[in-house]
């Protein structure tokens, strides 16, 4: 075993220079001014005290960032592992309590294990077969779930804590009398400067700039209002020791929501750091990135982290800021560091209603119009995902939702899997006898054989398949009482027990009319897999072959020559000799 596949960071110091560490700062300075105000933010979705999320930010990128494969994929504190995690633990404990904490952090290793046991065990390529679609659904349900829970900070309004999405909307309405116009300044002001300063300067911090702002405002009103309420001094101090709980009853607990939480972080991971890539011109290692997420979470729980997963924002802006390596990263931890110790004090003059309006924008960027138009407009089975997977976040639990979505997806994946195209094939005879070409007979308007069917299957044979495809032989056979069968297989990329099974099922039934089930150009890695079931060996070796021109020569031999001779189509060079 190589040493960079145990340290993926070897590989990587290799490429840092004078010129790549100069870059790599400058963007690591970006993504630290960018994380401090959404760390504060995506805690205080979590349930969790602010400095949580700045913990998370520190450590997470690190360790993802030395044992991940993209070198431009930045981790740490999500909005929507935020939301997960605070509907996970609230079933449990209080928000804010040492018991929610201790709880959050146990869910964050839970995930991390999943996440590197699903790494070492190489199914990174499970994620390709989950639409990103389901991201995309729940990411837009957890952006309007944000929106409601900050509306009582924004308004002034008391909603009971633990109340569903359609009941604080109720106790909001019903609560309209007592809205508080300066906290709702408060909040609109911090949220109509952040966007503005967005508009005029894309690259500036407006994040931080909008509680700068909303933070001076609040401290103008405030002779002139009641209940402003403050976030509180952040600890000035690096992320101290924790220790998760490993009871058996907590773990036993916690496991399910774990699992939602460890699925989620690693289809947001992929899913970004793949689309980075197609901009960097990298390439991802799946598998890779399932083992970073998973230590860095794991190492995380020890850390005050809780769990965090790849960020869209910060690895675009940390892409566009000219990052060449996963230094940028860890230089962006670095500085935040730096950043936390100087200024923390400052957050005690924060108002909660402020933060409330920064948060608002934030689940705002989460809703991708883009991409949910273009699926409602163009796929029937995409925008079914999309919509069970939001409507589900909404009314139903979080991890339920993601579960609904990834399975809904699965079947919608098997489901065009399970039926193969299978076009019907005939020789054109415009081509050569020894380079016969086959085409579909629905491109071109040409004759076939009347004893002997040629069809191409595009896909594999395995158990979801395998009723179609036996299918579309028993028609041939009982429609057109045709009984000779050659399958053009160079489109068949693995052929299962059962796949193998049906197929000599159907070569026997075929035997019994004094026909035969044929295969040509199958891929020598599909011919030595089946052949270790011993399909070879039962169909028998006289039913392969390697090149048309043979398949067409050995078959014409065992055709009826009485039908032959009174046939007219005559399509190969066989039947005028």
């Known amino acids: 075993m190589k040493l960079t596949s145990i340290f993926p960071f070897l590989a990587w110091f290799k490429l840092v220079t004078i010129s790549s560490i100069k870059s790599d700062l400058m963007a690591g300075i970006t993504g630290a001014v960018i994380v401090l105000p959404q760390g504060v933010a995506f805690a205080t979705i979590a349930g969790l005290p602010p400095e949580y999320g700045l913990y998370t930010a520190m450590v997470t990128p690190i360790i993802a960032a030395l044992f991940g494969s993209s070198f431009h994929l930045v981790s740490g504190p ?19 309590t040492p018991e929610f904490l201790s709880l959050a952090l146990t869910l964050t290793f839970l995930a991390g294990v999943y996440q590197l046991a699903f790494g070492l065990a190489r199914l990174g390529a499970l994620v390709n077969f989950v639409s990103h679609t389901v991201v995309i659904g729940f990411t837009a349900g957890a952006a309007i779930l944000i929106i409601t829970s900050q509306m009582k900070h924004v308004t002034g309004i008391f909603v009971p804590k633990g109340e ?40 500036s911090p407006n994040l931080l700039v909008g509680m700068v702002v909303g933070s001076l405002v ?24 924790s220790m998760p709980d490993f009871s058996f009853a907590t773990i036993k607990m916690l496991a399910p929501e774990a699992f939602a939480v460890a699925l989620l972080g690693l289809i947001e991971a992929v899913s970004i750091s793949r689309a980075v890539a197609t901009k960097s011109g990298q390439r991802i290692d799946s598998n890779q990135e399932f083992v970073g997420q998973g230590m860095s979470n794991m190492f995380g729980s020890f850390f005050s982290s809780y769990a965090g997963s790849g960020s869209f924002t910060r690895s675009g802006v940390n892409f566009e800021a000219g990052a060449k390596t996963p230094l940028s990263a860890i230089f962006a931890a670095i500085f935040l560091v730096i950043i936390v110790l100087l200024i923390a004090p400052l957050t005690a003059y924060l108002p909660i209603a402020a ?12 809703i991708d119009f ?16 999309l919509l069970t997977t939001f409507f589900a976040t909404l009314f139903l639990e ?9 399975l809904l997806s699965l079947i919608l994946f098997l489901a065009r899997t399970s039926t193969p195209n299978i076009p019907v094939l005939s020789v054109d005879n415009d081509h050569s006898l020894s380079h016969r070409k086959f085409i579909d007979v629905e491109e071109k ?13 595009d896909m594999s044979i395995y158990f979801g398949s395998v009723n179609h495809v036996q299918k579309v032989i028993s ?5 057109e009482k045709i009984y000779h069968i050659l399958i053009e297989a160079s489109g068949i990329n693995f052929i299962d027990l059962a796949g193998a099974e049906v197929l000599v099922s159907e070569n026997k039934r075929l035997l019994k009319e004094s026909g035969g089930l044929y295969f040509v150009g199958l891929k020598p890695s599909v011919y030595e897999t089946v052949a270790r079931s011993c399909f070879i060996k039962k169909l028998g070796n006289d039913h392969f072959f390697d090149s048309k021109s043979q398949a067409i020569r050995r078959i014409y031999k065992r055709l009826d020559s009485d039908r032959c001779s009174q046939c007219e189509v005559k399509i190969f060079s066989e039947c005028k000799k």
């Not at 209002?225 to 600890?235: N, V």
């Open 445 to 457: 308007p040409i004759e076939e054989c009347p004893q002997l069917k040629i069809i191409r299957i």
């Open 398 to 406: 979080l991890e339920f939702a993601i579960y609904m979505g990834v």
């Open 355 to 366: 933060m409330g309006g920064i948060i608002l924008l934030v689940a705002y960027s989460l």
């Open 475 to 479: 028609n041939i056979v009982e429609r």
């Open 78 to 96: 999500t909005t929507a592992i935020s939301i997960v995690v605070f509907s996970a633990i609230s079933h449990h404990a209080e928000p804010g």
């Open 218 to 241: 609040a401290i103008l009103l405030k002779d002139h209002a009641e209940g402003i309420k403050l976030l509180g001094e952040i600890p000035a101090r690096l992320p101290p020791l």
């Open 164 to 203: 569903s999405f359609l009941h604080t909307w109720m106790d909001l309405y019903q609560g309209i009398g007592e809205l508080n116009i300066i906290l709702m300044v408060i909040a609109l002001v911090t949220l109509v400067s952040a966007i503005i300063l967005k508009k005029i300067f894309p690259k």
């Open 370 to 385: 883009h991409h949910i138009k273009q699926t409602l407009s163009f796929s029937k089975a995409e925008s079914s995902i």
